[in-house]
């Protein structure tokens, strides 16, 4: 199985981008799905995590990004996407998804780049 994520492009600051990860099988147990990114000469960070439960799910999202991005799971459908408004500068960075499972399974994209820009 693998993911492949997709929207990344040019923006400018304040504009807006989407981002899609799909599978391209069936991931079972999917414990979490998260979205990370890496700027040039940076580490890789967390940007927005997604942790489903029995019956509710959990959304966590780096300090940096709170309020402009909006991440959507979607376990059945092996789905995570990244809304993210209000982009600045900062912001441009390589953009990862990735799904771990409870069987140890941890995949990543290919990762799509973000550019923010005037």
């Known amino acids: 199985v693998q993911l492949q994520a997709s929207g990344g492009g040019l923006v400018q600051p304040g504009g807006s981008l989407r981002l899609s990860c799909g599978a391209s099988?069936?991931?079972?147990?999917?414990?979490?799905m998260n979205w990370y990114r890496q700027a040039q000469g940076k580490q890789r960070e967390s940007v927005a995590s997604?942790?489903?439960?029995?019956?509710?799910?959990?959304?966590n999202y780096a300090d940096s990004v709170k309020g402009r991005f909006t991440l959507s799971g979607d376990k059945a459908k092996n789905t995570v996407d990244l809304q993210m408004t209000s982009l600045k500068p900062e912001d441009t960075a390589v953009y990862y998804c990735?799904?771990?499972?409870?069987?140890?399974?941890?995949?990543w994209g290919q990762g799509t780049l973000v550019t923010v820009s005037s």
């Open positions: 990735n799904i771990r499972t409870a069987w140890g399974l941890d995949l």
């Open positions: 099988g069936s991931i079972r147990s999917i414990t979490a």
């Open positions: 997604f942790t489903p439960g029995f019956s509710d799910f959990t959304i």
